[in-house]
């Protein structure tokens, strides 16, 4: 399914199959929808799973504007919003995706009934910034892009952190939907590392936690292990400056949490949503 975004950018909407009311997938920055379909798995027993790519990810278009503007992110999910005719929905976010929703939920409210969200990218503004973004960003720009195949590609990430830590599933998935045929016969990431290194730089400039304070919706905010992992230390602070924030610390996962262990984390967005006043 192709969805329409605020500026005219062609985006992918992933139908993952199930039942019941929606639920949004939306996914990090450098990987797409699709990497989160074994989350989906359980969760189409309840759940009719949908999974986008952000604009210069996946099957989505490349934009003319500055990738690194993360507003245009939370447009991206309102544009999903609106093609599925999204109210009191589910939503699940990793890092840059669980951002986009709660944008979206900030622009719209009601759009989003709950929302479970692993480590979302929402920096204060007044809090003392390491140099990991700026030192990420670098190391991105250096990423290696091109494989002479899917299964060089996967050995490769297979064999090193911190790609090594996704479940054998997962990482398929990234590889299978994650790179683009070349005419020489190699593949070649669909992301490239320059827009992703734009958006680790434009998530620094995100006001999204001066708004946390607008988010009506109860929220769960998941976190991996703290130990020299910014959005895992952050995640508690986040929690707390929504006015519904909960947080839960799994310090077994890292920041790939989503695609390490997807059967847990889909666990607990059920358990989440059991416990709303109102089951969707």
Request: charged share 20%; proline share 9%; hydrophobic share 40%.
């Amino acid at each position: 399914m192709r969805v329409t975004s605020r500026d005219g950018t062609d985006l992918a909407l992933h139908d993952l199959g199930g039942t019941g009311p929606p639920l949004v997938l939306s996914h990090a920055t450098g990987f797409h929808g699709r990497v989160l379909a074994p989350m989906a798995v359980p969760l189409r027993r309840r759940f009719h799973c949908w999974a986008l790519d952000f604009r210069g990810h996946g099957d989505s278009e490349d934009p003319a504007t500055d990738i690194g503007e993360w507003d245009r992110l939370g447009a991206d999910a309102l544009a999903v919003a609106d093609a599925l005719g999204l109210r009191r929905a589910i939503g699940f976010g990793h890092s840059m995706g669980g951002t986009a929703l709660l944008m979206a939920e900030r622009e719209r409210p009601g759009t989003f009934a709950g929302l479970v969200l692993f480590e979302p990218i929402a920096f204060p503004h007044d809090q003392s910034r390491s140099e990991g973004p700026p030192a990420l960003a670098a190391l991105t720009r250096r990423r290696r892009s091109v494989f002479d195949s899917r299964d060089e590609a996967y050995d490769n990430y297979a064999s090193k952190p911190p790609l090594s830590a996704l479940a054998p599933e997962s990482l398929q998935a990234y590889v299978d939907h994650g790179l683009t045929d070349r005419p020489d016969g190699a593949v070649e990431l669909r992301c490239d590392p320059e827009h992703e290194a734009r958006i680790f730089e434009g998530g620094m400039n995100s006001d999204m936690f001066e708004h946390l304070g607008e988010i009506g919706c109860p929220v769960l905010v998941l976190a991996g292990s703290p130990e020299e992992n910014p959005p895992g230390m952050i995640a508690p602070v986040i929690a707390g400056a929504l006015p519904h924030g909960h947080v839960r610390v799994l310090p077994q996962l890292s920041h790939f949490g989503p695609m390490q262990d997807p059967l847990l984390v889909a666990g607990l967005v059920v358990d989440f949503v059991d416990a709303l006043p109102v089951n969707q």
